[in-house]
T-cell receptor
Framework: KQEVTQIPAALSVPEGENLVLNCSFT??????LQWFRQDPGKGLTSLLL?????REQTSGRLNASLDKSSGRSTLYIAASQPGDSATYLCAVASYQKVTFGTGTKLQVIP | GAVVSQHPSRVICKSGTSVKIECRSLDFQATTMFWYRQFPKQSLMLMAT?????????EQGVEKDKFLINHASLTLSTLTVTSAHPEDSSFYICSAQRPGTGELFFGEGSRLTVL
């Protein structure tokens, strides 16, 4: 059974700081890994998708890496802004199943 | 614009009634859609995997007679909460999986309150 853990559970940083969110998974037989953000009371917004054959993806200030062998992914956010405040979730897709991590609640302080 | 549309966003109903939530894939034909439930301050809990043209696959502990899922077309999946009770009050979110890439797109969620 796939288990996905995110560390830290919560993070508070001053505006402008670079930060890293971590996601670890127990079963390396995955199809892809996806990072999302969720604002309170809202659905999930896709940030980055990394296929199992890829090692990283970049979009603007975001960079996500994937190391299947060690069961880890990181989401790097550069020059954080107050608008980045949200809960960040990673999701690991295996055959016919997607498992979500526990989430990291990020607060960027102006 | 939205890739997945979920409706209604909020619904309040009396105990014992049934509520239907719709999830539409607007941008692509989705053979696979997922339904999740989210409790306050918790992550998403997968309820079932909905495959077009076949029966949904329910996760352990999820009552299939309670949560009816229909995926009658490649762009629409519905979740019906039958004989709803206050403990069914929750935030329900659907997602559609894009064929090929496997990328997931989520609806905005539906907040159900059962009085």
């Amino acid at each position: 059974k796939q288990e996905v853990t995110q560390i830290p559970a919560a993070l508070s940083v001053p505006e402008g700081e670079n930060l890293v969110l971590n996601c670890s998974f127990t079963d390396s037989a995955i199809y892809n890994l996806q990072w999302f953000r969720q604002d309170p009371g809202k659905g999930l917004t896709s940030l980055l998708l990394i296929q199992s054959s890829q090692r990283e993806q970049t979009s603007g200030r975001l960079n996500a890496s994937l190391d299947k062998s060690s069961g880890r992914s990181t989401l790097y956010i550069a020059a954080s802004q107050p608008g980045d405040s949200a809960t960040y979730l990673c999701a690991v897709a295996s055959y016919q199943k997607v498992t979500f991590g526990t989430g990291t609640k990020l607060q960027v302080i102006p | 614009g939205a890739v997945v549309s979920q409706h209604p966003s909020r619904v309040i109903c009396k105990s014992g009634t049934s509520v239907k939530i719709e999830c539409r894939s607007l941008d692509f034909q989705a053979t696979t859609m997922f339904w999740y439930r989210q409790f306050p301050k918790q992550s998403l809990m997968l309820m079932a995997t909905s495959n077009e043209g076949s029966k949904a696959t329910y996760e352990q502990g999820v009552e299939k007679d309670k949560f009816l899922i229909n995926h009658a077309s490649l762009t629409l999946s519905t979740l019906t909460v039958t004989s709803a009770h206050p403990e069914d009050s929750s935030f329900y979110i659907c997602s559609a999986q894009r064929p090929g890439t496997g990328e997931l797109f989520f609806g905005e969620g539906s907040r159900l309150t059962v009085l």
